[in-house]
């Protein structure tokens, strides 16, 4: 993740910036984000599958990026995670949400690894973001930080295992459907 400007930035300003990609605002700082690889993309889309057939016809809805998430209005702070849970409507906006999703789903690459393992998993904390999974493609597997009592208990799954999503009462992650290579089918 490339740090863009180096002029303070605001919430409203960066919604308004015509740029080429997508950006992330931390802290008023503007930062590129590099395009998804086709790994990065599967991954998403078996994730996103699982999720959203758990969740037909129930109240909750899942979303892939782009998605924005303002955790806290009182900061110029605005993420584009992978993938966000939603259960509480109220929060949905037209570009995103405001205020903290149940859940939060971070794909790793090289670009953003740092930012998505220590930045990130602060924010999501402080905000209260029930459950932050870092998905890892390069290891196959998914370290799950659920918060309890205001910190995140680590729990974490290799590429065989079934997850459970704890803020969604009953739903399963298959990891073994997450990590497969469905790349080897083409030539």
């Known amino acids: 993740m490339e740090q863009k400007q180096e002029q303070y930035c605001t919430y409203e300003q960066w919604l308004d910036l015509d740029v080429e990609g997508r950006t992330e605002l931390i802290d008023g700082q503007v ?19 699982q999720l959203a057939v758990f969740l ?41 949400c405001e205020g903290a999703p149940d859940m939060i ?32 493609p390069v290891n196959n597997q998914v370290t799950a930080n ?9 729990t974490i799954y290799f590429e065989k295992d079934i997850a459970p999503v704890q803020v969604l009462h009953g739903c399963e992650v298959d990891l073994s459907l997450v990590f497969k290579d469905v790349s080897k089918g083409f030539s």
């Not at 990026?65 to 906006?93: M, W, Y």
Request: charged letters at 30%.
């Open 146 to 154: 659920r918060l309890i009592d205001n910190k995140y208990n680590t």
């Open 31 to 49: 930062y590129m984000m590099a395009d998804p690889t086709s790994r990065h993309q599967e991954i998403q889309t078996a994730l996103i599958v």
């Open 105 to 136: 789903i971070e794909i790793l690459s090289p670009s953003t690894e740092k930012n998505d393992r220590v930045l990130k998993h602060e924010k999501y904390m402080k905000a209260a973001v029930r459950e932050y999974w870092i998905v890892d």
């Open 56 to 96: 037909e016809g129930k109240p909750c809805q899942v979303y892939a990026s782009p998605f924005g998430v303002r955790l806290n209005q009182n900061e110029d702070t605005a993420f584009e995670p992978d993938i966000v849970v939603l259960c509480d409507h109220s929060k949905r906006r037209d570009r995103g």
